[in-house]
């Protein structure tokens, strides 16, 4: 039976794209003040009202499982996808390890956690942060039969309409795939 691919999603540099050099946000992206879990004081975020319905209408086609996949952890689902209304899905709750790289085997660092919680399920991943090391995992992976797509946003603008419409491409061309097999 085909296997319906999980979406892993990052929230920094994806939906919170990195500000510019003068400390500006996208024109399309609304301020928001939120409470994080842990810290004392609230920070500022900025979102895309549109990224709502992109994402909602994304996961309710049913091609793909939405999991957050950020070291946000368990704000994403609390803060970040209320927000942003989204329907509800849950997060892989990463590790905090002491580090001071985001690539500190040069590559991205929730990647061997994420690998475990997938196991042999095929996904789709959409992150700003990947190294050529990750992308040589994908390719491998995929070549072991576990379909891996790395859709890769550029953290100063975030993103785009056309990621989403990517991974959903992919998702029913591994469906269809699946199918005639
Ligand atoms: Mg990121």
């Known amino acids: 039976m085909h296997q319906i691919p999980f979406l ?9 794209p990195f500000p510019a050099q003068d400390k500006s946000t996208p024109a ?3 301020r928001h003040q939120v409470q994080v879990t842990g810290y004392a004081d609230p920070i500022c975020v900025w979102l895309n009202p549109e990224h709502g319905p992109l994402m909602a209408d994304a ?14 952890r ?6 970040i996808g209320p927000l942003l209304g989204l329907p509800a899905f849950e997060h892989i709750e990463l590790p905090r390890p002491a580090i001071t790289t985001s690539h500190p085997d040069g590559y991205l660092w929730k990647r061997d956690h994420a690998e475990r ?4 399920s095929p996904v789709v991943w959409i992150d700003d942060d990947f190294t050529p090391l990750d992308h040589q995992w994908a390719a491998d992976r995929t070549a072991a039969g576990r379909a891996t797509l790395l859709v890769e946003p550029d953290p ?8 989403v ?3 959903l491409e992919w998702a029913i061309d591994l469906a269809s795939s699946k199918e005639a097999a």
């Open 8 to 16: 892993l999603l990052d929230i920094d540099g994806v939906l919170i």
């Open 28 to 30: 399309t992206h609304t």
């Open 59 to 72: 996961i309710n086609t049913g091609l793909v499982r939405p999991m957050w996949c950020t070291s946000w």
């Open 74 to 79: 368990i704000d994403a689902p609390r803060l």
């Open 117 to 120: 919680w997938l196991a042999d």
């Open 156 to 163: 100063h603008a975030g993103l785009q309409p056309e990621h």
């Open 165 to 167: 419409t990517t991974a």
